[in-house]
């Protein structure tokens, strides 16, 4: 089974902003 | 032919050819006359000029044109004749023909700092002991186990009213020394520059003068110096470079003007002086490609049995190591490309989520995933898991 990739604009960053990437 | 490789490739010690190192140079001369012209000597005039360029153009002719100092009324009557030689030469011998009396008592020095310093190679008198504080040479040759300076007879008059002062290199050196591998010898046998000093006339005037002058001068041509252009083995042949300097054809990996150093790049090895039995060529460095620059480390070379002791510097195209021979932080070897190639090493590409660093195995590519992530970039979650919205736990089990 081959799993979608992970997709960013699922995640939410509210309490994790710090460790946000860079796009 | 090539002398200084074999059939194969492979590099061999060689040397430049015997010539006369004197021919065509300068020579200053302490003394020369013509100024102001007498009768017989004319500096002014081509036609009665002795110029002391005399003594280093073609020479061997059968009337041969000679330099002629001053007349010298009193003493001191010593006449220095300086010859450079544009850079250094292994001498083999050398000797001046005297178109008049040869001189009672001489000096030979050598200078091998372009005439800095000078050192004697040989004396030449009938009096060793008053003139230069020696004993005249013996049999046996120098004493001591090293070369050595030693006092020839004063040469002889010949029947043509000249004489010849012929010095060896091998007379001040004891029998058995190797240029190869003695030092010492390779050091006394090297000069940039040479010296007579005509200290002592042997008789009054020259006798092929009509003016049969009372004072005393001194007359020669054919000044030789018999030696090779110094390229310690790594070169066949010397060369004018583009400001007119006499300098090696240097091979082996070496460089400067007597090949005495290994070219930038070429340091996995110290610099060596080639023997007939060993070229001692100077090694490029293994960096595979990635770096232009490297440095010797003496510790690395004894550790590794003398063989190598370069390291590279500044890898480039994301390599890192002593040989430019891993990827760096942050790159992984491609396994479908040589370690040569410009994109041996790739990115490692972590996913920035799913990854719990950076760095990923150097060799694979994996990166560190977290918990229920995979994928060789961590990118994907895990079967059983399935995607969150907490970037801290991209994959959470599937209920």
């Not at chain 2, 004697?120 to 004993?135: A, E, K, T």
């Not at chain 2, 050196?173 to 520059?193: E, F, R």
């Not at chain 2, 920035?352 to 961590?378: E, F, H, I, R, S």
Request: proline share 9%.
């Amino acid at each position: 089974e081959v799993m979608p990739t992970l997709d960013m604009a699922l995640f939410d960053w509210t309490d994790y902003e710090d460790l946000k990437p860079e796009v | 032919a090539d002398p200084c490789h074999d059939e194969g490739g492979a590099p061999r010690g060689c040397v430049p050819g015997l010539v006369n190192a004197a021919l065509g140079r300068e020579v200053l001369a302490s003394s020369t006359c013509g100024r102001p012209a007498t009768r017989s000597c004319d500096a002014s005039d081509p036609r009665r000029a002795h110029p002391a360029t005399l003594l280093t153009s073609a020479a061997g002719t059968a009337n041969p044109l000679c330099w002629r100092s001053d007349l010298l009324h009193r003493a001191p009557l010593n006449v220095t004749l300086t010859v450079p030689l544009g850079k250094a030469f292994e001498l083999v011998f050398v000797s001046l023909r005297f178109c008049s009396a040869p001189p009672a008592s001489a000096a030979l020095l050598k200078s091998q700092d372009h005439g800095r310093s000078w050192t004697p190679l040989g004396f030449f008198s009938s009096h060793c002991g008053p003139d230069y504080g020696r004993l005249p040479v013996s049999d046996d040759g120098p004493a001591g186990p090293g070369p050595e300076a030693l006092c020839f007879p004063a040469p002889q008059a010949q029947p043509d009213g000249g004489g010849l002062l012929a010095f060896s290199v091998q007379d001040g050196s004891p029998p058995g020394l190797d240029l190869d591998s003695s030092p010492v010898l390779q050091d006394w046998v090297t000069a940039t520059d040479i010296r007579i000093l005509l200290t002592r006339p042997a008789i009054l005037g020259d006798t092929r003068d009509s003016e049969a002058p009372v004072p005393y001068f001194y007359s020669a041509t054919e000044l030789q110096v018999g030696g090779r252009c110094k390229c310690n083995g790594h070169a066949s042949r010397c060369l004018l470079d583009t400001q007119g300097h006499l300098i090696c054809d240097c091979q082996h990996g070496t460089e400067g003007p007597d090949c005495g150093r290994c070219k930038p790049f070429y340091c996995d090895r110290p610099w060596q002086r080639a023997t007939v039995r060993e070229a001692h060529a100077c090694l490029a460095c293994s960096c595979n490609g990635h770096a232009r620059r490297c440095r010797f480390n003496m510790e690395l070379y004894r550790l590794s049995g003398r063989r190598s002791g370069g390291v590279c510097l500044n890898c480039r195209h994301n390599t890192a190591g002593r040989h430019c021979h891993y990827c760096r932080e942050g790159f992984y070897r491609d396994p479908g490309r040589a370690l040569s190639d410009r994109r041996a090493c790739r990115a490692c590409d972590c996913h920035p989520v799913g990854a719990a660093g950076k760095t990923c195995n150097q060799t694979t590519g994996q990166c560190p995933c977290k918990d229920g992530v995979t994928g060789l970039t961590c990118n994907r979650c895990a079967p059983g898991f399935q995607q969150s919205r907490s970037p801290v736990a991209p994959c959470v089990k599937t209920p």
